[in-house]
């Protein structure tokens, strides 16, 4: 009786264990829910819309391609009966795409939507109950996600004005020609303190999320940054890093092809939207006497006139070696608003240097290379990143070089009285911040310092002062 009833509960166990993995390992499981979730659906009236592939005039239907893009996105993508697997616009990349007559189920604000594809349509279903409160937020985050996703798959491209008098244009794409934008440098690539890095991210993070609050403010949805230090500290590299962050092409402005303040208005009037315009070493332009017919007042219209409100979302980038010789009308709020500063190297700069140069994070020479950084030698990045590629085999060998380089360096410092880099026009050691944003300007001695309100005022008592600005050693 027993062994008969211990019999009964073996075969009941294994029966059972049988059933589970049934469930699990076939598509059972997947059929149930699927019969359950068609059974509840039934009670509810559903209403449908079709977006066709081609509009009226058989164009391509700009909706029906972002909403392609966004399902593509979607993980539930992957588990549809059938989906295509295509090369993506990357080599090495795969996109899985909803194949024709299958369908994917999506999740928004509580509601369970569906898209099926077919060849000429993707056709949405949505609860009626629903419609109202989720169409058209979902319709929204569709081409917010589809836009995020274009933008990071777009190519860059790097776009140089074609110059004027007597250089060719291009007759199609009027002032600009470009070619793809492949510098290597990125946020990270870049060994620079991580609070000013962290702090230049979030402020274009939030400068692209803020297309509302300025046009509530009726200001142009601009904002412009000066990269300034020493030569070799990565203002240019830091700018194909902004690119690269935001996704945005870059119009690098030759101010030397320009022929006069009409060309300059033209060009960044068919700049495109969501691009950085670049201006690169505007003191050595505002300083150097070559003859152009550009004067000061055609420069601050271009940054900051009506031919500069023409699109949106552009980002404006000013390096300088020093901001000593610019006039400070030009570093004024709106024409500037955030202030950078690239330092020469400093110990935890050339730490990292080190780590990603030699893949060294500690060594017995380290100490010596603190010290002599310490009491005032200075290298650049640029030129302590080439001494270091160069004896990259062996990472003794590298940081003698170095040593020696800033042995030469303080010797040379100590032969000109300490200004040998300040008579290059760049070291701004003794600025209290490397970020300046308008925002963290507290003080009116602050707020003076930064848009050269001081010196202005000097300039005016100083008859000999040139238009575009002289160096006021005593603020600086
Ligand atoms: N902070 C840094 N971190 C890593 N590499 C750097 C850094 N600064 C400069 N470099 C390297 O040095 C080289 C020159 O940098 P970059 O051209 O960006 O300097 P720059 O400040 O624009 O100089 P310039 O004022 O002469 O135009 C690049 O190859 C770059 O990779
Ligand atoms: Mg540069």
Not at 84 to 98: D, F, H, M
Not at 385 to 397: C, D, Q, V
Request: proline letters at 3%; one cysteine or more; glycine letters at 6%.
């Amino acid at each position: 009786m027993f062994v008969i009833l211990l019999l009964k509960i073996l075969v009941l166990t294994a029966v059972a264990v049988l059933t589970v993995k049934l469930i699990v390992k076939t598509a059972i499981a997947f059929v149930l829910v699927k019969g359950m979730r068609a059974v509840a659906d039934s009670f509810y009236a559903h209403q449908t819309y079709r977006v066709p592939k081609f509009n009226d005039n058989l164009r391509e239907n700009e909706l029906h391609r972002k909403i392609r893009v966004y399902i593509e996105s979607l993980p539930a993508v992957e588990d549809s009966d059938s989906a295509k697997l295509l090369t993506g616009s990357k080599p090495n990349e795969i996109s899985v795409q909803l194949d024709v007559n299958q369908t994917v189920t999506d999740s928004f604000l509580g509601s369970r939507l569906t898209w099926t594809s077919s060849p000429d349509a993707l056709i949405l279903r949505i609860r009626r109950s629903d419609r109202r409160r989720v169409l058209r937020p979902y319709l929204h985050h569709i081409h917010t996600i589809a836009d995020e996703i274009d933008q990071r798959r777009k190519e860059l491209r790097l776009f140089i004005n074609c110059g004027a008098e007597g250089t060719e244009r291009e007759s199609d794409s009027g002032l600009w020609r470009s070619l793809p934008f492949t510098h290597p440098a990125t946020m990270e690539t870049l060994s620079m303190d991580g609070d000013v890095k962290n702090r230049v991210k979030a402020d274009l993070d939030q400068f692209v999320k803020s297309k509302q609050y300025y046009h509530r403010l009726g200001r142009v949805w601009k904002r412009s940054y000066l990269l300034y230090g020493p030569s070799g500290t990565g203002k240019s590299s830091f700018v194909a890093a902004m690119a690269k962050l935001l996704g945005f092409d870059v119009y690098d402005v030759d101010l030397t092809r320009i022929a006069d303040d009409a060309d300059l208005k033209l060009l960044i009037a068919q700049t495109a939207n969501k691009s950085i315009v670049l201006v690169e070493d505007l003191d050595r332009f505002l300083t150097s006497k070559t003859t152009t017919k550009l004067s000061l007042t055609g420069l601050l219209n271009f940054m900051d006139g009506l031919a500069s409100s023409c699109g949106e979302e552009k980002v404006m980038v000013f390096t300088v070696n020093s901001k000593d010789a610019i006039d400070p009308a030009v570093l004024r709020p709106g024409r500037i608003d955030v202030h950078i500063h690239f330092p020469l190297c400093d110990f935890s700069s050339f730490k990292t240097l080190a780590s990603s140069h030699l893949g060294v994070k500690e060594h017995k020479l380290f100490n010596q290379v603190e010290e002599m950084l310490q009491s005032g030698a200075s290298l650049s990045p640029a030129e302590i990143g080439e001494l270091m590629m160069s004896n990259r085999s062996s990472p003794t060998r590298a940081l003698k070089s170095v040593i020696s380089a800033l042995q030469t360096n303080a010797g040379e410092r100590g032969r000109v009285g300490g200004h040998k880099r300040q008579a290059s026009g760049s070291d701004l050691a003794g600025e209290p911040e490397s970020v300046i944003c308008r925002e963290s300007v507290h003080t009116v001695r602050e707020f003076r310092k930064l848009y050269g309100l001081l010196r202005m005022r000097s300039r005016k008592e100083d008859p000999h002062s040139s238009d575009f600005g002289s160096v006021d050693k005593s603020l600086s």
